[in-house]
C-alpha cells in the first residue's frame, strides 16, 4: 500500500512513475499484493535494482519473477524496463541498460544474510564503486565472490538519487544482520551504507 501511494503520487505529479523492485525469494508475496492494488499501471515502468546476468527465460532471471508475480491482473498494464537482454555479455548488457535506465521515484530492495543489498556485494572487487557516494554510474557490473552468476546493479549512489526507498526483509537472521548494519558502517555489511546515509532515508519492513 505504500509503494503504491507512492507511485500514485508520482503519476499526479509528473504523469508516470518509476518502479525498481528486488528479485530472490523473499519478494513475492510483496510483488503479488502490488499487483493488486488499483492505481494507473499504464503510467508506471518497472524495473530492476539488480538483475542476474542470465537469459531471460533461466530460472534465475530477477524479470522472470517480476513478470510472473507482478505483471498481471491490473499491473500488467505498466511497461517493464529489463536490464539485461539476453544474458551473454555482462558490460553489453550494462551499456544497453544505462542507456534506457530512468532513476526511479521507488525502489524496493531485499537483504542477504551475508549484508549485500541490490548486488552490492561484499568482497566484491568493485564494492567500492559500487558504494561511493559520488558515482555518476546509475548501474554496474558486479561478479558476486559467493553467490551464482554476474550481476547488473544499481549502484548506492543511485539508490540515494532515487525518490523514495524501501527495505522489505523477513527472519530473526536477517533481523540480526540489519541490527549489526545499524550499529556500525562497514564495508563487510554493504546495507550499513544505506542504513546510515543520511540524504535518503530507508523505509524498512521487517516481518517474522
Ligand atoms: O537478485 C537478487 O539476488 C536480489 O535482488 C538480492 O539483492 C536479494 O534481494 C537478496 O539476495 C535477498 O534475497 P532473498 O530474498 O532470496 O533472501
Known amino acids: 500500500q505504500a509503494v503504491a501511494a507512492d507511485l500514485a503520487s508520482a503519476i499526479a505529479a509528473r504523469g508516470q512513475a518509476v ?3 528486488s ?9 503479488q499484493a502490488l499487483a493488486a492494488q488499483d492505481i494507473a499501471w499504464q503510467q508506471v515502468s518497472v524495473t530492476l535494482v539488480d538483475e542476474r546476468v542470465v537469459a531471460p527465460d533461466h530460472a534465475d532471471s530477477n524479470a522472470g519473477l517480476v513478470r510472473e508475480h507482478l505483471l498481471r491482473g491490473k499491473a500488467a498494464a505498466a511497461s517493464f524496463l529489463p536490464l539485461v ?3 551473454s555479455d555482462a558490460q553489453a548488457e550494462l551499456a544497453a ?4 535506465w530512468r532513476t526511479p521515484d521507488v525502489a524496493v530492495l531485499g537483504m542477504g544474510e551475508d549484508g549485500h543489498t541490490a548486488s552490492l556485494f561484499p568482497n566484491a572487487s568493485n564494492l567500492a564503486e559500487g558504494l561511493a557516494a559520488a558515482n555518476p554510474a546509475a548501474l ?6 559467493a553467490a551464482p552468476h554476474t550481476r547488473i ?3 548506492l549512489a543511485e539508490l540515494q538519487r532515487s525518490g523514495k526507498l524501501y527495505l522489505a526483509i523477513a527472519g530473526e537472521a536477517k ?11 562497514s564495508d563487510t555489511l554493504p546495507i550499513s551504507h544505506l542504513l546510515t546515509a543520511t ?10
Do not use: H, I, K
Open 175 to 185: 533481523r540480526r544482520v540489519l541490527d549489526a548494519a545499524e550499529a556500525a558502517v
Open 23 to 31: 528479485g530472490g525469494r523473499s519478494p513475492v508475496p510483496f510483488l
Open 85 to 87: 537482454q539476453t544474458g
Open 19 to 21: 518502479l525498481a523492485v
Open 140 to 145: 554496474l557490473v558486479v561478479v558476486p565472490p
Open 153 to 155: 546493479s544499481m549502484t
Open 97 to 100: 541498460a544505462t542507456a534506457q
Open 199 to 208: 540524504a535518503r532515508p530507508l523505509d524498512v519492513y521487517w516481518s517474522v
